[in-house]
C-alpha cells in the first residue's frame, strides 16, 4: 500500500479516535475522572445511528443531528445517577465506578439489543470514491470531515461562547470562577452532555466501517484513552493531536513496518510512540499535568 493510502487510513483512524478522546478529556480535566463508562456512550451513539437510519428511515444529516442528542441525554442521566453524586470521592472511586457502570451497560445493552452485528443501511458505504488520484472507501473523506467540521464547533463553542468563557474560567482557577459567580456544578452538567454527545458521534461513525455491536467501546475504549493522555490529559486539542499521531502511527507502523502476520501489532506499536512521547514530555503533546491538567483550550 502507498504511503498516501497509509496516510488516509491513518487520518481515518484518527478521526474515529479524536472524537471518542475529546470526550474523555473534557470529564478528566474537569472532575479529574478517567471515565470507562465512556466506550457505553459510544456504543448508544453507534446503535442510535444504525436505527435512526434502518428503522426510521433518516437520512445521514438528520442522524447526525439525532446521535449526539440522544448520547448526550443518556450520557448525562448516567453521570447524574452514579458518578456526580460521588464526585468528591476521589479518582480511584470514580475510575472503579465507572468500570462497573460500564459493565453494567454493556450486559444491559447486549440483554436489550443482542450481540448480533447491526451494519448501517447506507448504500454509498459499501462504494469507494477517488479524490485527488486516491482511490479510498466512500466514507472516508465524510469520517475525516465530520471530524473535522465536530472539532471547529467545539472551538467555537469554547472561544466563542459564554458557556466556553466561564468553561475555560473554571478549567483555569475553580475557586476563582466559584467567587466571581460562575455555577461549576451546573457546567460540569454541561461538560457530561458534550462529552456523552462527542461519544456517541465516535460510535456512529465507527459503524460506518464496521457495525455496531455492544462490545464496540470497549474495543477502542483504551486506544481512546491513550489518545488523551499522549495529548496531554485534560486538553481539548492535545487529545486531537494525540489521536491523530496514534492512528497515522497505527496505520503507517501496519502497512509499512510490521511484517504481514504481524498486521494485528499496529497498536502496540502506537503504545510504544505513547510512552517514547511520554519519556520526553510526561504532560503529554500538550505539554499539560497528566495526573492534573484543568486547561480546556
Do not use: C
Not at 134 to 151: D, E, H, Q, W
Amino acid at each position: 500500500m502507498a504511503l498516501v493510502d497509509l496516510v488516509i487510513s491513518g487520518l481515518e483512524t484518527g478521526s474515529f479516535i479524536a472524537v471518542a478522546a475529546i470526550g474523555i478529556t473534557l470529564v478528566y480535566g474537569f472532575t479529574d475522572m478517567i471515565n470507562f463508562a465512556h466506550a457505553e456512550f459510544m456504543v448508544i451513539g453507534a446503535y442510535v445511528g444504525v436505527l435512526s437510519v434502518n428503522a426510521l428511515g433518516l437520512p445521514l444529516i438528520g442522524a447526525l443531528v439525532l446521535v449526539p442528542l440522544v448520547s448526550a441525554a443518556a450520557g448525562w442521566a448516567v453521570a447524574r445517577t452514579f458518578f456526580m453524586p460521588i464526585r468528591e470521592a476521589g479518582p480511584i472511586p470514580l475510575l472503579v465506578t465507572s468500570i462497573g457502570v460500564g459493565l453494567l451497560l454493556r450486559f444491559g445493552i447486549q440483554i436489550t439489543a443482542s450481540p448480533t452485528p447491526r451494519y448501517l443501511d447506507l448504500g454509498f458505504v459499501s462504494e469507494t470514491v477517488t479524490v485527488g488520484g486516491v482511490t479510498m472507501a466512500s466514507y472516508t473523506p465524510l469520517v475525516i470531515g465530520i471530524a473535522a467540521a465536530s472539532f471547529v464547533l467545539l472551538h467555537l463553542l469554547l472561544t466563542r461562547t459564554t458557556l466556553g468563557t466561564a468553561l475555560r474560567a473554571m478549567g483555569a482557577n475553580e475557586d476563582l470562577a466559584l467567587v466571581t459567580g460562575i455555577d461549576t456544578d451546573r457546567l460540569r452538567h454541561y461538560i457530561w452532555l458534550i462529552s456523552s454527545a462527542m461519544g456517541g458521534l465516535a460510535g456512529f461513525l465507527l459503524t460506518f466501517p464496521l457495525f455496531a455491536i455492544p462490545s464496540l467501546g470497549f474495543q477502542q475504549i483504551i486506544i481512546v484513552i491513550a489518545a488523551a493522555i499522549l495529548g496531554g490529559a485534560g486538553s481539548v486539542y492535545g487529545a486531537i493531536a494525540g489521536a491523530y499521531v496514534l492512528g497515522l502511527t497505527i496505520a503507517i507502523s501496519t502497512g509499512m513496518l510490521l511484517p504481514a502476520w504481524g498486521t494485528n501489532l499496529g497498536t502496540t506499536v502506537a503504545f510504544v510512540v505513547l510512552f517514547l512521547v511520554l519519556l520526553v514530555r510526561p504532560g503529554g503533546i500538550a505539554g499539560a499535568e497528566v495526573t492534573k491538567m484543568r486547561e480546556v483550550a
